[in-house]
Nanobody, 120 residues
Framework: QVRLVESGGGLVQAGGSLRLSCAASGRTFSRYTMGWFRQAPGKEEREFVATIAWNNGFTNYAEFVKGRFTISRDSAKNTVSLQMNSLKPEDTGVYYC????????????WGQGTQVTVSS
């Protein structure tokens, strides 16, 4: 059973930075893609932010975070991080860590989410 636990959210002023972490357990993640998604206030669906392939570190980013956010993983600690710089009020939302096995098309495991609030 995959378990994901996010941390690092909080309140920050526009232009500031936050670093989110996701502690992953319950599997060997070498054949997983890990992702960060967010759900903005008033929106029902989560939107893709960034993903990273665990085995080779290949990354993919949503256009609206390119150049500002960096996703990384630490295989020794089994953590996935999201460094968020130059934050904007529109980055406000609940950020979720997800895990997708390569054998499946969808993300099957999610953390509980961590709140990020960016004030103007």
């Amino acid at each position: 059973q995959v378990r994901l636990v996010e941390s690092g959210g909080g309140l920050v002023q526009a232009g500031g930075s936050l670093r989110l972490s996701c502690a992953a357990s319950g599997r060997t993640f070498s054949r997983y893609t890990m992702g960060w998604f967010r759900q903005a206030p008033g929106k029902e669906e989560r939107e893709f932010v960034a993903t990273i392939a665990w085995n080779n570190g290949f990354t993919n980013y949503a256009e609206f975070v390119k150049g500002r956010f960096t996703i990384s993983r630490d295989s020794a600690k089994n953590t996935v991080s999201l460094q968020m710089n130059s934050l904007k009020p529109e980055d406000t939302g609940v950020y979720y860590c997800g895990a997708r096995a390569w054998s499946t098309p969808k993300y099957g495991s999610w953390g509980q989410g961590t709140q990020v609030t960016v004030s103007s």
